[in-house]
């Protein structure tokens, strides 16, 4: 197990879309399990492979938290994730691990379906809703370049880039 380091916005590895993975092996594996690891550590609740430098579909989600005791915590560990179905709308309050202090909301499909390989590359259906739905398409979108500030007005974008730069200076 190892801590990774984690790619800060706006580092262009962060907009390469992933390549899918054609096998699932032990590098794969252990890929996952060091991505977990740095997820807890950090502490955040999803992570994709470009927010640690590697180039493959790969996420790690755990949205299992303690304010709600009644959700079993449960860990993700994806391989080639896709959204099948999509359905409604709603708006989420997002941050990501590789945009430190950010805090916005954007708009997310309520409930969607992802069809995706386990970390023994078995094919697994997921159907979610609430905070689960919406980490996944955030982390989903990583492996397409996409973050999740590019929902926000160009204006928005600006100020968020500014504020930034001023944090790295320091
Ligand atoms: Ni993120």
């Known amino acids: 197990m190892a801590l990774l380091d984690i790619v800060l916005f706006p580092d262009a590895r962060l907009r390469e879309p992933c390549d899918p993975v054609t096998e699932v092996t ?57 959204i099948t179905a999509s359905e409604g709308q709603v708006d989420s309050e997002e941050g990501c691990l590789s945009i430190p202090t950010i805090r916005e909301t954007v708009q997310r499909f309520e409930r969607i379906s992802v069809a995706a390989l386990d970390e023994q590359g078995q094919p697994i259906t997921i159907d979610a809703d609430g905070l689960l739905a919406i980490c996944l398409q955030h982390e989903i979108d990583h492996l397409n370049g996409i973050l999740f500030i590019d929902y926000l007005s160009k204006l928005k974008q600006q100020l968020i880039k500014s504020k930034l730069k001023k944090l790295a200076q320091r």
Do not use: F, K, W
């Not at 997820?39 to 299992?64: K, T």
């Open 26 to 82: 032990d590098q794969i594996r252990q890929q996952l399990r060091d991505m977990a690891e740095t997820m807890y550590d950090a502490p955040g609740i999803g992570l994709a492979a470009p927010q640690v430098g590697l180039r493959s579909r790969l996420i790690v989600v755990d949205v299992g938290s303690d304010d709600e005791p009644e959700s079993p915590r449960r860990l993700y560990q994806l391989v080639n994730p896709e």
